[in-house]
Structures are given as structure tokens and as C-alpha cells.
């Protein structure tokens, strides 16, 4: 049972935060494009290659500001 403190580590506050840099990182170097490409699927791109790159930033933000907030919680 939980006694006050929060279940998410800081470990899992990077992983988050590392794993929308990646998809970030996927959309930019047009690795999802090539991908779909190879799988004749090349018209959905445009749309999948926005729609991942949204999600991706909006980890990195969320994750960020809760990384943020825990470091700044745990300094003062």
C-alpha cells in the first residue's frame, strides 16, 4: 500500500521522457515514412508522421514538467 509518496520514480518519469524523444527523433529523420513506405502504405504517412510527432512532443512536455517538478520538490 502507498504511505504518501509517489509510485512513479524518477527512472520512470526519464524513461517517459526519453521514449517521446525517440518518436520525436523517428518523425524527424522520416524513419516512419520510409517504414511505411515499405509497407505500401506510403498515403497514410503524411497523417501518421503529424499525428506520432504530436503525441511525441506532448510526452516530452508531461514528462518534462513531472521531472521538473520532482527535482524541484526534492531540492527545496
Known amino acids: 500500500m502507498s504511505n504518501g509518496h509517489s509510485s512513479s520514480g524518477i527512472l520512470g518519469l526519464f524513461l517517459g521522457f526519453l521514449t517521446g524523444v525517440i518518436w520525436l527523433l523517428l518523425v524527424t ?42 527535482v524541484w520538490r526534492s531540492y527545496f
Open 29 to 70: 529523420l522520416n524513419v516512419i515514412t520510409t517504414l511505411l513506405t515499405l509497407l505500401t502504405l506510403g498515403a497514410l504517412a503524411p497523417i501518421l508522421n503529424i499525428l506520432i510527432g504530436l503525441i511525441g512532443f506532448l510526452v516530452v512536455i508531461v514528462f518534462g514538467l513531472l521531472i521538473f517538478k520532482k
